[in-house]
């Protein structure tokens, strides 16, 4: 597996890890103690996994003549 | 005679030696975090109800390094596809961010461990607990003298040249921080009542236990310290090699480009598997 696999398995693992955060965010700012900060934590990690995304495209399209192997 | 394959791929594996042997070395490094996260998972689960403490960790400052972290493979692997392109110029600009950021992710996860050591727990004779950092102590001599720390040294120590050494005994501390009647009180702070911080005196005949928040303090501190003390390893580790290849290692690129860029891939791989356990140890221990 090359670097340019992994980086692609990271960049999806990190995407992942925006939802859940994003996902923990908002499920704090729901319940009673909710603060504005939980509902920043999520807008924030949406745009971040959502940025992410964005990223994994320009890379795959940029590095598309890059094995695998 | 010549080793093969350390530069162009075998044909049947399209594997060159370097890349059969940083995986392997990585597949010993999946086990022995697999067998770390098996044992925070066993340690978890076993824990009796409202012991497992929460909001402990600074999240702002988890949030920080996890940024840090995933920006840094981002470089690391843009600074390898520079190299492939033949831009040696930019790799060198790119990668100095990587090291830069491996830097930045240390001297945040130090200031978090100096937190850790500040924060203390005292647990009161008439057992109520407080909890916060220590902002002094005060401790007496001999003569009833007093002196004041502004750590804390124990409930006594000695000082002074051998034959003329002196006994100091605690007399109080000072924590800021909040009372709390329960340990679930303090362990999950969103269940019990708001604790206002504010500057407690205690006197030491009032204090049953004292211990600040280090390894020692309870089975999530010392996962905690285990977990990102050995990932901390691999990031110092990872960045003195980056580092070698980047800077001294980098002649390679006037004698044997492909196998100078081979380098940079393996060590691309190493620093996305230290990335990637950071992924995990993120959420497990600041946010679950």
Known sequence: MSLKALHIVFVTASVVLAAVVAFWGFSNYMTPEGTRTDLTYGIASVASGLALLVYGRYFLKKLKKISYL | MDIPYTVHPRADTGLYN??????????????????????????????????????????????????????????????????????????????????????????????????????????????????????????????????????????????????????????????????????????????????????????????????NYGPWHNTYMAIYFTLTGLHALHVIGGALVIGYIWGPGAAMWKTDPERYINRVEVSGLFWHFVDLVWIFLFPVLYLL
């Open chain 2, 18 to 211: 370097a890349k059969v042997g940083i995986w392997l070395f990585l597949a010993s490094e999946v086990m022995l975090f697999g067998a770390l996260f098996s044992s925070y998972i066993l340690l978890r689960v076993g824990a009796p109800d409202g012991t497992w403490p929460h909001s402990v960790l600074n999240i702002p400052l988890g949030t920080l390094n996890t940024i840090v972290l995933i920006s840094s493979s981002i470089t690391v692997v843009l600074a390898w596809a520079s190299l492939k392109l033949n831009n040696f110029a930019r790799y060198r600009v790119i990668q100095s961010i990587t090291l830069l950021c491996s830097l930045i992710f240390l001297v945040i996860k130090s200031f978090e461990y100096r937190d850790k050591f500040a924060h203390y727990q005292v647990v009161q004779k008439d057992g109520k607990y407080v909890d916060g950092h220590l902002t002094g102590s005060v401790y007496l001599d001999a003569d009833k003298k007093t002196r004041e720390e502004h750590g804390f040294r124990g409930l006594s120590f000695t000082e002074g040249p051998k034959g003329a050494q002196k006994k100091f005994t605690l007399e109080s501390v000072t924590v800021n921080g909040f009372e709390a009647k329960s340990l679930a009180e303090i362990n999950n702070p969103k269940v019990g009542v708001h604790h206002e911080h504010k500057d407690f005196k205690i006197a030491a005949a009032q204090i049953k236990k004292i211990g």
